[in-house]
């Protein structure tokens, strides 16, 4: 089995190198502390005899590459990440949508999702939860499972709680949850107008069609040509007048899909789609 000192930082350089190169997904931000530990756990609960093992795997198998990124993208979040962002659909976005006969939400990549409760509960306070739907998808089956349930650490309510009150929220938090023990699990009434389902954003299609769409922190992962594809999907699943969310780091600027688009607010990562 291989030491862990044998995994040297230029050969997890010339990983991402390859990778970026043969597949296009570009890890060159990533903690390289994280990314570590990853490639050490898979060498280890693989059993790799060597790191260049893994690495000719990694660019040559394409069942293994999928299993590669299922362990290496991020699967947490916090609910309410970013309360301003929040505070911001509550008080101009979430009020439009309530326009709409029937609200549909996508939030891609939506690791544990965290997120997905969030945009449950601002629906719920806006009694406009009974008419919306919101699709969660990930590309990691498993991390989908935890999110499905709707069971978090007790650890992390009190920062959710924080989250909550700083985007606006009002409620007693502990009213969307109940807790045993050392874990919480969310309520039905938000669990059951979440649908959670597996879903590449570089390599499916589209499945329906939406008002909002959030796809946040997912994208500083990808090359420009890469991102450009998930541009195209969002854009082919969202509806005219539909809203697109991004992550703090990330922005449509640069997009083909761009000049159909405005920005909402200057300090937000909100975009409108505009198509005539």
Known sequence: MMEVQIVRDEDIEGLL????????????DYSRASMKRRLIRLITIDRFPSFAELHYRLINDSFYLRRFLEEITVNVTEMFRDPEFFKYLRQHIIPTLGTYPFIRIWVAGCASGEEAYSIAILLKEA???????????????????????????????????????????????SSYYSAKYDVVIFNETLRKKIVFSTHNLVSDSSFNSFQLVLCRNVLIYFNTHLQGRVFDLIDKSLDNLGYLAMGTKETLRFASISPKYKQVDPNEKIWRKHDS
Not at 17 to 22: C, E, G, P, S
Not at 134 to 162: C, H, M, W
């Open 127 to 173: 009694n406009l939860l009974h008419k919306s739907l919101i699709y969660a998808t990930d590309l990691n089956p498993r991390v989908l499972e935890k999110a499905k349930s709707g069971i978090f650490s007790l650890r992390s309510i009190k920062q959710y709680s924080e989250n909550y009150l700083s985007s606006g929220g009002y409620q007693d938090f």
């Open 17 to 28: 190198i390859d990778l970026h190169r043969a597949h296009g997904y570009d890890f060159s």
